[in-house]
Nanobody, 125 residues
Framework: QVQLVESGGGLVQAGGSLRLSCAAS????????MAWFRQAPGKEREFIAV????????YYADSVKGRFTISRDNAKNTVYLQMKNLKPEDTAVYYC??????????????????WGQGTQVTVSS
């Protein structure tokens, strides 16, 4: 059974940085996309970034492009989200996700089958 566990969230001032981690277990992840989403109170869950299978591409939402970087360490079955120049509007619960289908990549919630429990990021102004 696939399990995803996020960590690294917290409270940071605007302009600061955080690095989120998502540790995966239950299968080999090298052929599966790993993505980050976020959900602010009262809003729908939104796509942030995805790293496709090993050697594949990365893709970012316009709202975070140039500030966030997604990376993965397949040896550790871990995906990271480095966040810089954080803004109050980045405040949300951040989730990592992966599909059950190898080589499938998407930017919608429906593209992903397995989700972590989320980690809170709060950016103060």
């Amino acid at each position: 059974q696939v399990q995803l566990v996020e960590s690294g969230g917290g409270l940071v001032q605007a302009g600061g940085s955080l690095r989120l981690s998502c540790a995966a277990s239950g299968r080999t992840f090298s052929n599966y996309a790993m993505a980050w989403f976020r959900q602010a109170p009262g809003k729908e869950r939104e796509f942030i970034a995805v790293h496709s299978w090993t050697g594949g591409n990365t893709y970012y939402a316009d709202s975070v492009k140039g500030r966030f970087t997604i990376s993965r360490d397949n040896a550790k079955n871990t995906v990271y989200l480095q966040m810089k120049n954080l803004k109050p509007e980045d405040t949300a619960v951040y989730y990592c996700a992966t599909p059950n289908t190898p080589l499938r990549v998407g930017v919608t919630v429906a593209s992903y089958d397995c989700w972590g429990q989320g980690t809170q990021v709060t950016v103060s102004s």
